[in-house]
């Protein structure tokens, strides 16, 4: 009987795996190989076609506020059912579109179902079924998302390339149906009690359990606003990595931009998992400070050093910016309003990260054509981090 409770939570893992990888692994992180062909067919700049990806990311924020609500009222299975067919049929549709204006309608309804099935239904799940080693398995299905946009692009890429981005969106159509299957399949519900089992870990103490119950009923308002403040602080540093080629081209290395934007994609999977276990081991506030101090540092690593080998190594470091964007943001969640309340405020985080991040990708582009340097866009986002690390021991204390 063990064995297969244990093969259930492992289920369930698998099955958020597979949801992040639809929602931001193709929903995301491929999304910049189809901005050249589709531009050049259309004849329109790659600022129209990216701007599919800002109305996808915006319904994404937006729609999760309300995944909670969907999934109490239809089930899980019936919700991750009805958003994968609806972003199955909104991704095919994609291949069959005649202009940019339909390219950014379908992206809002794309949006529209992974809002519905992605990060908030994700993180929630894994919060009810796990107590022991929660955030490790949160940075395992997050870390997902990385992992499914480095296999995939380069093989999609030459998938467009041969036979155009048409066949490309038909092929992530179908790959998202595949990647949401074990959601779809496998015996998971939202909550283990649905299955007469305990959260992995076993249930809290009861007076934990009780205090808990009751902070749920209200929501301390100057925590939250703290924890936006980090969110959005966190999130504005991952603006800075697709500037990397322009960073190391600036200072005259071109060819180490390449391998600074691969080592900080390493560090994106990697730091996740890693940040996940050292939280469950050490905890949130010793965790998240330790990541934010060393993005800090490789900020102004970034700024002084010329060495090629030290620049990629800063931009690995600076790579853990997406841990404190997701995993930190999931945990101190959790940490700070309990487990009750965490589907009420994660999707309040979640928005203020999706909108941070299409600012701040504004805001660095403004700061370089402002200074024309590389180098106060780099210590003013070391800044935000250093906010970022304020604003988690400030939580705390607030929480004490």
Known sequence: MKQNSDRIYR?????????????????????????????????VGRGNVAATLTVYNLVVAFTGMAAAGFVNRFGLKNTVLGGTIIQAAATFLLSLSPNVTVLLLLNGV?????????????????????????????????????LAGAILSPLLSRLITDYGWRTGYAVVAALGVVFNLPAILFPITIKPENKNLEPYGGIPETDETERNTAQAKTVSVVPLIILMIFTACSASATALPQHFSGIAESYGMLSAGALMVSACMIANTAGKVLLGAMIDRFGARASVSIFAIIIACSAGMLVISRSP??????????????SLATVATAALTRVVFGSENYSRVYPKLALTTTISNALFTSVVGFLYDFSGSYSSVILFLGGMVVAAFIMVHLVFVKKA
């Open 110 to 146: 794309r949006g529209f179902a992974a809002g519905l099935i992605g990060t908030v239904l994700v993180t929630v799940m894994i919060n009810n079924w796990f107590n022991k080693n929660n955030a490790l398995m949160i940075s395992i299905a997050m870390g997902f998302s990385g």
């Open 11 to 43: 289920m369930v893992v698998i099955a958020g795996c597979g949801l992040i990888g639809t929602c931001l692994g193709l929903g995301v992180n491929v999304a910049g190989l189809f901005f050249s062909p589709i531009a050049k067919e259309f004849g």
């Open 309 to 322: 080998a030290v620049l990629i190594a800063s931009a690995a470091m600076f790579g853990l910016c997406y």
